[in-house]
C-alpha cells in the first residue's frame, strides 16, 4: 500500500503481500518502453487484499489514535456565550450596576450589624431613590475552611445570624446583596475560593439570597492543574451561572469579573458576565484616579448593554481626595458607563460627598435606558492624539444620550485653566447647528452654543459636565463659512482654506504634535 507520494522502483515490495494475476504481468509488460531506466508509480499496480484479520487490525489502531489524539491535544474549551434572551428577559446587567461595596471603607473587617447599618443609612440619605440598589459583600464574610459537606461557611461571629437572614434584611430595605468569592483555591485574603467548586458555591450563594456575584482573581492554580488561560478560568463560573439559572428558573446572577484587566477582557469577557474590572486595584488619590482615567480612554468603546468596562469601586469620600477631584471621579465613572459602587463609612459622610454621589443628571447618564455605550476621547489636550499619559489623560471627551451630546472636559493640570473646543470635533454635533447648553454640575441652562464652547477657570484635577441638546439651525450668515477649515469648499469650487498634510502648524493644529 503506497503512503503519501513516495515511489517504489521495481524491486520495491509493497507493504502488505498480494497474489498477482497473469493480467497483472502483461499489463506491467504493456507499460515498459525501450531505454526507460525508471518507471513511475503508476507504471505499478498494487492490490490489498482485505481479510477479516486486518480490518481489525486496521480498526483497532483508529481507535487507539482517537484515544491517544484526544487526550495528548484536548478541544480548546467552548466559550459559552451569556444567554442574552434569559438575562434579556431578567434584565440582569442592561445597564450598570449601583449600589455599595464594603472593601474600600472596611477592608475585612465587617460584620452583619456593621453592613446592615449601612444599607440603613443608604435607604434613610435618599442613596437607595436615585439608584444605588445592590449592598456588596466583599471578602472576609466566611470561615476559613468548608464544612465537613464541602460547602462555604458564613463566620459566625460576623454573621451569626447567617446569610439568609442577611439578605432577607436587605431585600426588605429594596435592596439587592452581592456576594465575593475568587476564581481560584483560595480568596485574596485566603479564605475558600471557589476552584473546583463553582457549581457548589453559585447555588448556595442563590440558596443564601444573593444576587451578584464578585469573582476575583487570586490563588491561581498551577498550570498542570487548571490547563486553562484566563478565559476558561472564568468560564466555568459563567457556565455554573447559566446553568443554575436554566434549572432553578430563577434569574441568572449578575457576573462581576475581578480580573484587574488582564489578558483584554474588553475583548472576551461580554460573553461571560455583565462587568470585567480594567486595571488593578483603586486608591484615593488623584494620580491613581487618572491612571485608571487614561487606561480606559483607550477602550471605552467596549461599554455597551449587557457589558461594561468596570474601572472598580469609587473612592469619593476617602482619603485626601479634594472636592473637584471627587467631583471628577464621579464623573468619568459614571459617563464612561462603570458601575457605581460606594465604598465610605456613610455615617461620616460630608454633605459635599453625598451631594456627589447622588447627583441624579450624572446618575441618569450612566443609567441611560436608550444608549448604552460611554463617551469616548475626541481630543487628547496637552497631548498628542492616542497619547498613553498616567499623570495626564485625555482631556475632551463627548458621547451619546437619550436627551443630548454628552460633554465631559477633563482639567488634568495643577492648576486652573480654561478650555476651549469647536463643537464639530464631537462626532455626535452637527455643522450649522446651535445647541442648547445645560451644565450637569450647577443644574443651570447655560444659554445656547454656536460652533464654539469655552468653560472658563475649571479647577485644577476639576471637571465640566454638559449637556448639549440641538436648538435649530445657526444664525444665518454665521462667518466664517465652516467652523472647521479644513477643506471647506464653496460649490462653485473655490477651496477656503490653505491647510495642507505637510507643514508643522497645520499638523499641530489638528492634533499630531511633532509630526
Not at 489514535?65 to 444567554?83: C, E, F, N, R, W
Not at 463617551?375 to 489623560?393: E, L, M
Request: hydrophobic share 35%; charged share 20%; with cysteine.
Amino acid at each position: 500500500m503506497a503512503r503519501g507520494n513516495e515511489q517504489f522502483s521495481e524491486s520495491a515490495e509493497p507493504l502488505l503481500p498480494h497474489a498477482a494475476s497473469d493480467s497483472d504481468l502483461t499489463s506491467n509488460s504493456n507499460r515498459e518502453h525501450a531505454g526507460s531506466a525508471k518507471k513511475s508509480i503508476s507504471d505499478f499496480q498494487i492490490k490489498l487484499t482485505l481479510t477479516f484479520r486486518t480490518l481489525l487490525i486496521l480498526a483497532a489502531l483508529l481507535i487507539f489514535a482517537a484515544v491517544i489524539g484526544t487526550y495528548t491535544y484536548p478541544s480548546s474549551i467552548s466559550l459559552p456565550k451569556t444567554d442574552l434572551a434569559l438575562h434579556k428577559q431578567y434584565g440582569v446587567g442592561r445597564v450598570p450596576f449601583m449600589g455599595y461595596n464594603t472593601w474600600n471603607a472596611y477592608y475585612c473587617d465587617i460584620t452583619e450589624d456593621k453592613v446592615l447599618g449601612m444599607a440603613k443609612l443608604m435607604k434613610s440619605l435618599g442613596l437607595i431613590d436615585v439608584g444605588y440598589d445592590h449592598m456588596n459583600l466583599d471578602d472576609c464574610y466566611s470561615e476559613k475552611n468548608r464544612s465537613s459537606s464541602g460547602d462555604i461557611v458564613a463566620n459566625k461571629e460576623r454573621f451569626p445570624s447567617g446569610m439568609k437572614h442577611f439578605t432577607n434584611e436587605l431585600h426588605k430595605l429594596g435592596l439587592k446583596a452581592g456576594i465575593y468569592s475568587d476564581s481560584g483555591w483560595f480568596t485574596c485574603q485566603r479564605y475558600p475560593g471557589s476552584f473546583k467548586n463553582e457549581a457548589r458555591d453559585i447555588k448556595l450563594f442563590q440558596d443564601w439570597g444573593f444576587d451578584l456575584l464578585k469573582y476575583d482573581n487570586c490563588a491561581v492554580p498551577f498550570d498542570e492543574v487548571i490547563r486553562e488561560g484566563m478565559i476558561g478560568k472564568y468560564t466555568r463560573m459563567a457556565k455554573a451561572i447559566d446553568d443554575l439559572a436554566k434549572s432553578s428558573g430563577k434569574p441568572p446572577i449578575l457576573f462581576s469579573i475581578c480580573q484587574w484587566g488582564r489578558e483584554q477582557p474588553w475583548i472576551w469577557a461580554r460573553r461571560l458576565g455583565q462587568t470585567w474590572r480594567t486595571t488593578e486595584d483603586i486608591g484615593p488619590d488623584w494620580r491613581v484616579l487618572s491612571s485608571i482615567i487614561n487606561r480606559n480612554s483607550f477602550i471605552a468603546w467596549a461599554s455597551d448593554f449587557y457589558g461594561h468596562n468596570d474601572m472598580d469601586i469609587l473612592e469619593v469620600g476617602n482619603g485626601d481626595l479634594g472636592y473637584d477631584e471627587a467631583k471628577s471621579h464621579f464623573t468619568a465613572w459614571a459617563l464612561m458607563k462603570s458601575p457605581l459602587l460606594i465604598s465610605t463609612d456613610l455615617a461620616k459622610a460630608s454633605k459635599e460627598t453625598l451631594e456627589i454621589l447622588k447627583n441624579r443628571e450624572i446618575i441618569a447618564i450612566n443609567q441611560d435606558p436608550v444608549v448604552g455605550t460611554a463617551i469616548t476621547p475626541f481630543r487628547w489636550g496637552i497631548n498628542r492624539y492616542w497619547t498613553n499619559n498616567a499623570s495626564h489623560p485625555a482631556q475632551y471627551w463627548s458621547g451619546e444620550s437619550q436627551n443630548g451630546t454628552v460633554f465631559m472636559l477633563l482639567n488634568v493640570l495643577d492648576h486652573p485653566a480654561d478650555m476651549f473646543f469647536n463643537l464639530t470635533e464631537s462626532p455626535w454635533i452637527r455643522a450649522g447647528r446651535q445647541y442648547a447648553v445645560r451644565d450637569l454640575w450647577t443644574h443651570t441652562d447655560n444659554g445656547t452654543a454656536v460652533r464654539n464652547f469655552t468653560a472658563h477657570g475649571v479647577p485644577a484635577h476639576g471637571v465640566v459636565a454638559l449637556l448639549m441638546k440641538d436648538a435649530g439651525d445657526e444664525p444665518a450668515g454665521t462667518q466664517p463659512p465652516c467652523a472647521r477649515p479644513e477643506w471647506c469648499v464653496d460649490q462653485n469650487g473655490t477651496r477656503l482654506d490653505n491647510i495642507g498634510f505637510g507643514s508643522g502648524d497645520d499638523m499641530r493644529r489638528r492634533g499630531f504634535f511633532g509630526l
